[in-house]
C-alpha cells in the first residue's frame, strides 16, 4: 500500500511539473511551426478574413483611398481577375473560410506583404507582424485586426498541432 502511494505521488509530482512546462512547450510548438501559423493568417487573407474572422472592412467601395466609386470598381476589377492566382498561395489543404466577395480586400497584390512576416514567441504567447515597410498602415486602416489567427484558425492549430503535443508532453 505505501509503494501504490509513492508511486502515485511520484506520478502526481510528474504531471505537477509537465503542467508548469507547458509554456515553454507550447512555445516550442509555436516555433516548430511558425510557417503553419503565417501560412493560416496569410489564408485568411486571401480569404478576405480578418482576426475575428470577420471579412475585412472597408471594402474597395468604401476605401477612402479610391476618389471615386468607377477608380474603387477599377481595382476590384483588377483584383478579381488574379484570385485564382492568389488563391494558388493558399498553403493549407483545408479551407477555413469560404470564397470573400469580390469587393472584399485580400491584402495582396504583389506579396511583399504577405512574404515579409515573422513570428515571435514567448511566455506560450505568439505575435505575427511583418517588416513590409507600409505594413504598420494597412495594420491601421483595418482596425489592427490584420496579425493574428481567428478563431477558425485557432481551432484547426489547436486540434492539429498543439493539442497533440501537449497531450504527449503530458504523458496522457
Known amino acids: 500500500m505505501k509503494q501504490q502511494l509513492r ?4 506520478q502526481f509530482n510528474k504531471l505537477s511539473q509537465a503542467i508548469k512546462e ?20 496569410r489564408d485568411q487573407m486571401l480569404l478576405g478574413r480578418n482576426t475575428d474572422g470577420e471579412l475585412f472592412s ?28 492568389h488563391r494558388s ?16 480586400p485580400n491584402l495582396i497584390v504583389t506579396g511583399s506583404f504577405h512574404d515579409h512576416m515573422f513570428i515571435t514567441t514567448g511566455n506560450g504567447q505568439y505575435t505575427i ?6 505594413s504598420k498602415d494597412i495594420e491601421k486602416k ?12 485557432k481551432e484547426y492549430f489547436w486540434q492539429e498541432y498543439l493539442r497533440k503535443e501537449l ?6
Open 167 to 172: 497531450l504527449k508532453h503530458l504523458g496522457l
Open 129 to 134: 507582424e511583418s517588416t513590409y515597410v507600409e
Open 58 to 85: 472597408p471594402t474597395y467601395q468604401q476605401d477612402p483611398y479610391f476618389k471615386t466609386k468607377d477608380q474603387a470598381d477599377w481595382y476590384a476589377g483588377m483584383k478579381y481577375r488574379l484570385e485564382g492566382e
Open 142 to 153: 483595418y482596425n489592427n485586426k490584420v496579425f493574428g489567427l481567428a478563431p477558425k484558425s
Open 22 to 41: 507547458i509554456p515553454q512547450v507550447a512555445d516550442k510548438v509555436v516555433s516548430d511551426n511558425a510557417d503553419i501559423l503565417k501560412s493560416l493568417n
Open 7 to 10: 508511486n502515485k505521488i511520484r
Open 89 to 104: 498561395f493558399i498553403w493549407n489543404p483545408v479551407y477555413l473560410y469560404p470564397e470573400k466577395p469580390k469587393n472584399v
